[in-house]
């Protein structure tokens, strides 16, 4: 939970992502040494970021460029406390950010800005990752690699960046953002389907990003999405863990004051887009939907199927035409989602995506073609790597009438 902050810490003092990580982790190793015997400390987190920051102090000592790296850093070293900065309302004080921004640098291309913060920020194993791009896991694997090594040769400034650079990088800084809370919000592997640190991490900077970015309609848009997808957090899940259904969801465990703060931060991001709303706004009204149903009976699939139609139009994705084959068979029933579904499970990037045939299982199972459905599902469960999801899956597949 702490390892993103303890690498963006060390990062912020030898502004090299790939050694900081490498502090961080020998951090770790001496928390597990001396915390047996010495106790867990009542602030880890501190602990292990000034941990890695001592080892980040000494490494810049023993350069032979310690005196140059001095002038840069501007810092006391030898106390590892920076200096109090100067007043300034267009910077934010978070190294988080610092680290999300310097790992969304132009010099990477968009997969590798999006795996490498994935790496440092969420946490996530190149397996996980992989999980999310469709992606082989040797590809992500060689991409962070890469991401590394270019971040340490072209000497990238860790910083958030002003003016222009800033506004290049928001797409990919939001993306990566996305993809951490749906990471945490469904987790690709383990036994947990829900990895709540993750989301709350999401959350956090994408508010943080509001703030820096005001006149920013997707960052409102982001934003606006996570609260309505974080409100349902605690009704997902039952009393052992396992995933519940939105149609079987305890509604009034979702939580009213984030819905709120999601239809505020909606209505900003219309507004700041003038009436062209982007792929999260439009994601956000999608959420909207939901959260203002009383009852999943009181859904509007109708609105929600045409929310989807634009959003294809707007961001395609396999992914995206999936969920409105999902909304058109709410609103049309199964019969006309069937041949939406059936139309990308030649997609090459859904090949191994499991809710491809969870869903085509629920259209069949409603369809009463149960012996299909429960394949479907059988499929879906030897697909997913979540043991929860798993189970699930294997329960349907078992409840299946047939």
């Not at 990895?195 to 820096?212: H, I, N, W, Y």
């Amino acid at each position: 939970m702490e390892f993103p902050r303890v690498v963006a810490g060390a990062a912020r003092i030898v502004r090299d992502v790939g050694i900081a990580e490498e502090l961080a982790q020998d951090a770790l190793v001496a928390a597990l040494e001396r915390w047996p015997s010495d106790g867990v400390p009542d602030n880890p987190g501190a602990w292990l970021t000034t941990a890695a920051r001592r080892r980040a102090v000494d490494l810049v000592r023993r350069r032979e460029t310690y005196a140059r790296k001095l002038a840069e850093i501007g810092r006391d070293l030898p106390a590892a406390v920076p200096p109090e900065e100067p007043a300034d309302p267009d910077a934010i004080d978070d190294d988080l950010l610092r680290l999300v921004f310097t790992a969304c640098h132009p010099v990477l291309s968009a997969e590798a800005r999006t795996a490498l913060t994935l790496r440092l920020l969420g946490g996530l194993t190149t397996a996980e990752i992989a999980r999310a791009f469709l992606v082989p896991e040797p590809t992500v694997a060689q991409r962070i690699v890469r991401a590394k090594r270019t971040l340490a040769t072209r000497n990238i400034a860790f910083e958030v960046p002003r003016g222009p650079d800033r506004e290049a990088r928001l797409g990919s800084v939001l993306d990566v953002i996305y993809l951490i809370f749906n990471e945490g919000y469904a987790a690709t592997a383990g036994d947990d389907w829900l990895r709540p640190a993750l989301c709350e991490d999401a959350l956090r900077l994408a508010r943080v990003l509001t703030g820096l970015m005001p006149d920013e309609p997707e960052v409102h848009g982001l934003t606006a999405l996570l609260e309505f997808q974080s409100a349902r957090a605690a009704a997902r899940t039952g009393p052992d863990g396992e995933p519940v259904l939105l149609k079987d969801q305890n509604r009034s465990r979702w939580n009213r004051l984030l819905i709120a703060r999601g239809v505020t931060a909606l209505g900003r991001a219309e507004a700041a887009a003038g009436g062209v709303p982007g792929p999260y706004a439009l994601q956000a009204a999608i959420a909207a939907c939901h959260a203002h149903a009383l009852r999943y009976e009181d859904t509007d699939w109708a609105r929600i199927a045409t929310l989807y139609g634009v959003l294809a139009a707007r961001a395609p994705s396999p992914v995206v035409e999936l969920n409105r084959a999902v909304a058109v068979s709410m609103a049309e029933g199964p019969a006309a989602a069937l041949p939406l579904v059936d139309a990308l499970t030649g997609a090459a990037a859904l090949r191994d995506y499991h809710l491809l045939p969870s869903v085509r299982g629920d259209l069949l199972a409603r369809l009463g073609r149960t012996d299909e459905a429960r394949a479907e599902f059988t499929r879906a469960a030897a697909l997913t790597r979540n043991e929860r999801e798993r189970r699930m899956l294997l329960r349907r597949a078992e409840e299946t009438g047939g």
